[in-house]
C-alpha cells in the first residue's frame, strides 16, 4: 500500500486592528457557547449552533460507535481509462499507452500568497522592509507631491455621453378586399361494383391510348432526327457502302485460297478411304472483345445463306458478366456485321424463317428480347420485365411460331425455372401467357415441390405438327407435349442419367428425333417407342447435336474434347464416319449447326471462336430413295433385329 503524505501550510496573516468592543463582542459569545446558552447578541455567525438529527439516521450502540473501519486508500484512480491509445509515427500505426497518469485534482485554485521561509517570500519581507525604514525624513515638497497624488480624482475612462432622439411613427393603415365565394354544386350517386370496374377499365384504356399517343410522337421525333441525320450524312453513308464493298473484296483477295476450297475443293482422297470421310478446315470467326465469352449459341439466317448469328456468353455461375449477339457473313470473316451488346448473357437465339430480320434471344438472367437488323439501334425493340411474367432463371432456348389469329408474331422460351412461356409482340410491348410448367420429380420432398424446379435445357417443336414440342430437362428426361394441352405433358421418355443438352426432330421423319447429354451418349428415338432406336457413346460429354438438311439418316455431334462427329445411318448404323479434332487442346465445343444450302457446318467454341468447315464427298452423300424412306427402312431393319434376337434368347 503507498502512504499518502498530507502537508499542512500554515500562513501568518496580519489582520487589521479590531475594536476593544467588538473584541468583547466575540469573547463574550465565545463564553455563552460554552456555556450552553442561546443569545442574540452579536451576528448572525457568532451565534449558538444546534446540532439537528435527521429522522431516518441509525441508532448505533456505544460498541458499535467505537469500532474502527479501516479504509485502504490506493495510488491508483479507478475512473482512469484503461484504453487509451495514440498514434507512433514510428511504427505508423495505433498503439495503446500502457502507463495512464493516476491523479486525480479535485480542487485547484491559483492563489497570490507566499510562504514566508520560501527564498520568494524572504525577498518580499526584505524589500518591503528597505521602503519602510530606508526612507528617513522626506522632503517637504515630496510630501505635497503625494498628498496631491492621493487627492487626484479619477476621470471616466469610457467617456459616455447621454443623448436622446425622437422618431415619427408611421400612420397605420387598414386595406380591405371583397372576394367571390367559389361555387358550389350538390352531386349524389350510387356506386356499386360494376361501375367501379367499368372506371377502371375507362382509366386502363385511356392511359393506354395517352402512352401510345407518347411513344408515337416520341418515334415520330426520332424518325425526323434520324432523318435529318440521313440527309446531313447521305454522303457519309454512300461512302461507308462503298467501303464497305472495298473491304470485303480486300477480305476475299486475303483469303482467296479458302474461298477457292470453299467453292471447288473436293477430297480425292476419299475414294480410297472407303465409307470415312474428313472435314476441311475453312474460315475462323473471332472477336476481339469477345474473347473471355463462351459461345453459347448459333443460328443461320433463312433468307441470307452466308449469314449467320452467334450468341456469346458463359455458362459458368462465377463468370456471369455482359454477353454479346455478333453476326457474321462468309463475305468478311475479319469482323461482324453486326454488334449487339446485352447487360447480360447470351444463352440462345433464334431467327426469324421469314422476317429474318428479327432475332429473339434468350439472356442468363431470365429476360427475352428481340432485335430488329434494320433499326440503327444496339437497344432491342422487346424486351420483357419483371411485370411482364420475366424469366427467375437463365432462358435455355427459344424458339419462334407461327403467327397468331390477329397476325402477331410470336415465340415460345424454355428456362431453368421451369415454365415455359409464349411471348406475343403486342405494339410497344410482350405479352406473356405460360403454356405448361416442367413436372417435379418423384425424389424432391412433398413440401419442396413448389421451391425447387424441373431444370428445363432444351426445346425444339415439330417440322410439321408445330403445336407438338420436346423439352430436354436436367435429370435427363425428355417430355413431349402439345401447346394444346396445358395441363399436363403427352409423354415422358427416361434419355439419359444426366443434363440432356439438346432435343431435336428429324426434319424429314416425323416420328423421329435424337437427344444427347452429358452421360456420353447420343440417342436416336423413335415417339412411339419408350426405349432408343439408335445408342451411340463418344467417350466425353456431348453438348451439342444436329440433323443435316439433305439428308435424314445423317447427324452430326460435338463433344468437350473439341472433337466433331458426324454418322450416317444409311451407310454405317455403329460407328461414325469421321471422328475429327477441329480445336486446339483444352478447347471445349459448345455448339454446332448445318448450313441450309451449302456443305459445311459451323463449331462454336469457348474461346467465342467459331470455326467453319467443309464436308468431304463422302459425308454428304445424298439417298436415291426419299429420306424419310431411307430412314424408315434403316429404323425397321433395326426393329426386326431385335425381335430377332429377343425370340433367339432362351426362356
Given at each position: ?537 463418344l467417350k466425353t460429354s456431348v453438348t451439342d447435336v444436329a440433323w443435316a438438311p439433305y439428308s435424314s439418316t445423317v447427324f452430326a455431334a460435338v463433344t468437350t474434347d473439341g472433337k466433331v462427329h458426324v454418322f450416317d445411318l444409311n451407310i454405317n448404323k455403329y460407328e461414325a464416319l469421321c471422328q475429327q479434332k477441329v480445336v486446339s487442346k483444352k478447347t471445349k465445343l459448345f455448339n454446332i449447326e448445318f448450313n441450309p444450302v451449302h456443305p459445311i457446318i459451323i463449331v462454336g467454341d469457348d474461346r467465342g471462336h467459331v470455326t467453319s468447315l467443309k464436308l468431304s464427298p463422302n459425308l454428304r452423300k445424298k439417298p436415291k430413295v426419299g429420306d424419310a424412306l431411307i430412314l424408315c427402312i434403316v429404323i425397321e431393319h433395326l426393329n426386326i433385329l431385335t425381335l430377332d434376337e429377343n425370340v433367339l434368347e432362351p426362356h
Amino acid at each position: 500500500m503507498t502512504a499518502i503524505t498530507l502537508y499542512i501550510f500554515s500562513l501568518k496573516m496580519q489582520a487589521p486592528n479590531v475594536n476593544s468592543h467588538q473584541k468583547a463582542a466575540v469573547a463574550k459569545g465565545v463564553k455563552d457557547e460554552e456555556e450552553g446558552l442561546d443569545t442574540a447578541e452579536g451576528e448572525e455567525w457568532m451565534q449558538g449552533k444546534t446540532l439537528v438529527k435527521p429522522p431516518d439516521q441509525l441508532d448505533l450502540t456505544e460498541a458499535e460507535l467505537n469500532e474502527e473501519i479501516t479504509r485502504v486508500l490506493k495510488a491508483s484512480n479507478p475512473n482512469a481509462p484503461q484504453n487509451v491509445v495514440r498514434y507512433s509515427f514510428k511504427e505508423g500505426c495505433y498503439k495503446p499507452i500502457v502507463f495512464v497518469d493516476q491523479m486525480a485534482i479535485h480542487f485547484e485554485l491559483e492563489g497570490n500568497l507566499v510562504h514566508k521561509e520560501s527564498d520568494e517570500g524572504r525577498r518580499l519581507m526584505a524589500k518591503q522592509a528597505e521602503v519602510d525604514d530606508g526612507g528617513g525624513v522626506e522632503r517637504p515638497d515630496n510630501v505635497a507631491i503625494k498628498a496631491a497624488k492621493r487627492e487626484q480624482k479619477l476621470t471616466n475612462q469610457f467617456n459616455f455621453n447621454e443623448r436622446a432622439s425622437q422618431t415619427l411613427n408611421n400612420t397605420p393603415r387598414d386595406i380591405s378586399c371583397q372576394t367571390e365565394p367559389p361555387p358550389r354544386a350538390n352531386f349524389s350517386a350510387t356506386a356499386n361494383q360494376w361501375e367501379i370496374y367499368d372506371f377502371y377499365v375507362e382509366e386502363l384504356q385511356r392511359r393506354e391510348k395517352s402512352k401510345e399517343k407518347h411513344e408515337g410522337q416520341f418515334l415520330n421525333k426520332e424518325e425526323d432526327k434520324s432523318k435529318k441525320k440521313m440527309i446531313q450524312n447521305d454522303d457519309i453513308s454512300q461512302l461507308a457502302k462503298v467501303v464497305k464493298i472495298i473491304e470485303r473484296m480486300v477480305n476475299q483477295n486475303i483469303f482467296d485460297d479458302v474461298a477457292q476450297d470453299f467453292m471447288y475443293f473436293e477430297d480425292a482422297s476419299d475414294e480410297f478411304r472407303g465409307e470415312k470421310g474428313t472435314l476441311l478446315p475453312l474460315w475462323t470467326f473471332q472477336y476481339d472483345k469477345a474473347k473471355s465469352l463462351s459461345v453459347t449459341a448459333l443460328c443461320w439466317n433463312h433468307k441470307y445463306n452466308d449469314l449467320f448469328a452467334v450468341g456469346l456468353g458463359s455458362h459458368e455461375f462465377t463468370q456471369q458478366g455482359g454477353g454479346m449477339l455478333l453476326f457474321y457473313t462468309l463475305k468478311n470473316p475479319s469482323y461482324p456485321e453486326f454488334i449487339f451488346n446485352t447487360a447480360s448473357g447470351v444463352m440462345c437465339l433464334d431467327i426469324h424463317e421469314h422476317l429474318s430480320y428479327l432475332v429473339a434471344v434468350g439472356l442468363y438472367d431470365g429476360c427475352v428480347a428481340v432485335y430488329n437488323l434494320k433499326k440503327k439501334t444496339d437497344q432491342p425493340i422487346y424486351n420483357s420485365r419483371a411485370s411482364s411474367g420475366k424469366h427467375t432463371s437463365a432462358v435455355m432456348q427459344v424458339k419462334w411460331q407461327k403467327d397468331d389469329l390477329d397476325s402477331n408474331h410470336n415465340f415460345i422460351s424454355v428456362s431453368a425455372d421451369g415454365r415455359l412461356v409464349s411471348w406475343t409482340l403486342v405494339k410497344h410491348e410482350l405479352v406473356f401467357t405460360e403454356i405448361i410448367k416442367l413436372p417435379v420429380i418423384d425424389t424432391i420432398p412433398d413440401d419442396l415441390k413448389d421451391v425447387i424446379p424441373t431444370v428445363g435445357t432444351s426445346l425444339d417443336f415439330h417440322k410439321q405438327k408445330d403445336y407438338s414440342f420436346l423439352v430436354g430437362t436436367e435429370h435427363g428426361k425428355i417430355h413431349k407435349g402439345s401447346k394444346y394441352y396445358s395441363s399436363k405433358f403427352l409423354e415422358k421418355y427416361d434419355a439419359h442419367f444426366m443434363n440432356v443438352t439438346r432435343v431435336k426432330w428429324n426434319p424429314f421423319h416425323p416420328d423421329v428425333f435424337i437427344s444427347c447429354g452429358w452421360d456420353w451418349m447420343v440417342k436416336i428415338w423413335d415417339q412411339t417407342m419408350k426405349s432408343p432406336v439408335f445408342t451411340f457413346e463418344l467417350k466425353t460429354s456431348v453438348t451439342d447435336v444436329a440433323w443435316a438438311p439433305y439428308s435424314s439418316t445423317v447427324f452430326a455431334a460435338v463433344t468437350t474434347d473439341g472433337k466433331v462427329h458426324v454418322f450416317d445411318l444409311n451407310i454405317n448404323k455403329y460407328e461414325a464416319l469421321c471422328q475429327q479434332k477441329v480445336v486446339s487442346k483444352k478447347t471445349k465445343l459448345f455448339n454446332i449447326e448445318f448450313n441450309p444450302v451449302h456443305p459445311i457446318i459451323i463449331v462454336g467454341d469457348d474461346r467465342g471462336h467459331v470455326t467453319s468447315l467443309k464436308l468431304s464427298p463422302n459425308l454428304r452423300k445424298k439417298p436415291k430413295v426419299g429420306d424419310a424412306l431411307i430412314l424408315c427402312i434403316v429404323i425397321e431393319h433395326l426393329n426386326i433385329l431385335t425381335l430377332d434376337e429377343n425370340v433367339l434368347e432362351p426362356h
